[in-house]
């Protein structure tokens, strides 16, 4: 079973670490490029971004990165969705399908319950051959019915249970 650790992006050093990660085969329509996510990171800080690198825990190389909207104020403008978002996932081509995804998505939400007021994690992703939806799905997020920026928007209760 894969397991990782997620490691603060904070420094140029940090970016460039992750630069040379690569989508899998049609993933381009669903994720950009790391150039780009960063742009956009950079242009909304409104939307709190996290980055983080994603590294293998017992070999500690580098698989993939991700980064949430952490902690929205809840006052957040109507084109944001949380406190609480996924924003990017992407796991090095050559690691996909080892388990990594889902190891990720585990370490992001035990991240989560040390955060105040984490009781749901957003995220979006749009249909289609090589959507991630499928993967998300079976994570256990659901559909919300709402579509932002042209993709569904699928929630995860992180509510503990009593």
Same mark, same amino acid.
Not at 3 to 27: K, Y
Not at 62 to 90: A, C, Q
């Given at each position: ?8 992006? =904070? ?16 993933? +381009? ?24 690198? =994603? ?19 809840? @006052? ?9 978002? /996924? ?21 992001? =939400? ?9 009781? =749901? ?5 749009? +249909?289609?051959?090589? @959507? ?21 928007? /699928? ?8």
């Amino acid at each position: 079973m894969a397991t990782v650790r997620l490691r603060d992006i =904070v420094s140029p050093a940090d970016r460039a670490a992750v630069m040379g990660l690569r989508r899998g085969p049609g993933q +381009d329509q669903y994720l950009n490029s790391m150039e780009e996510i960063f742009a956009e990171a950079d242009q909304e800080q409104r939307a709190m971004p996290h980055p983080w690198a =994603v590294h293998d825990a017992g070999t500690g190389a580098l698989i993939g990165f991700t980064m949430i909207s952490d902690n929205i104020p809840r @006052s957040m403008d109507d084109d944001l969705v949380g406190p609480y978002f /996924l924003w990017k996932l992407l796991i090095d081509h050559p690691y996909q399908r080892r388990g990594y995804g889902a190891a990720t998505l585990d370490a992001v =939400v035990g991240y989560l319950r040390t955060r105040p007021g984490a009781d =749901v994690l957003y995220a979006s992703c749009a +249909d289609g051959f090589g @959507s991630p939806r499928g993967f998300y799905l079976r994570y256990g997020f659901t559909d919300t019915g709402r579509v932002m920026w042209g993709e569904n928007v /699928l929630a995860l209760d992180l509510a503990p249970r009593g």
